[in-house]
């Protein structure tokens, strides 16, 4: 999410990236006619990287895609920051 919010600018400015990305999408759409439209559209990779990992399966409207966005991007930022556990030994 850091290397995201470097090129966005933080966290709240990804909503008008992909807003941009998926202008003129009629709902339901599908994760894969979402990454469609944001290519269509010239989306940036950044949001083309996050819309093609989004789970698959329908999407009712712009903010359910970006709700799933955001915590898709911040269960990647909890994996990467997140200290390491010790392994056991047996």
């Known amino acids: ?3 995201l919010e470097t090129r966005m600018g ?4 990804l909503a008008q990236p992909l807003h941009q990305a998926l202008f ?9 006619q979402l990454l469609l439209l944001a290519r269509e559209n010239e ?7 996050l819309l093609s990992n989004l789970p698959r399966r329908r999407y009712d ?8 966005v ?8 909890e ?3 997140a200290p390491l556990a010790p392994m056991s030994s047996r």
Request: no cysteine; glycine share 10%; aromatic share 2%.
């Open 1 to 3: 999410m850091k290397e």
């Open 10 to 13: 933080g966290p709240a400015p």
């Open 24 to 32: 003129g999408a009629v709902f339901p759409l599908s994760a894969e």
């Open 43 to 49: 989306a940036p990779s950044v949001v083309l990287s």
């Open 61 to 68: 409207s712009l903010e359910a895609v970006q709700q799933a």
């Open 70 to 77: 955001e915590s898709l991007a911040g269960a990647g930022e």
């Open 79 to 81: 994996a990467t920051e």
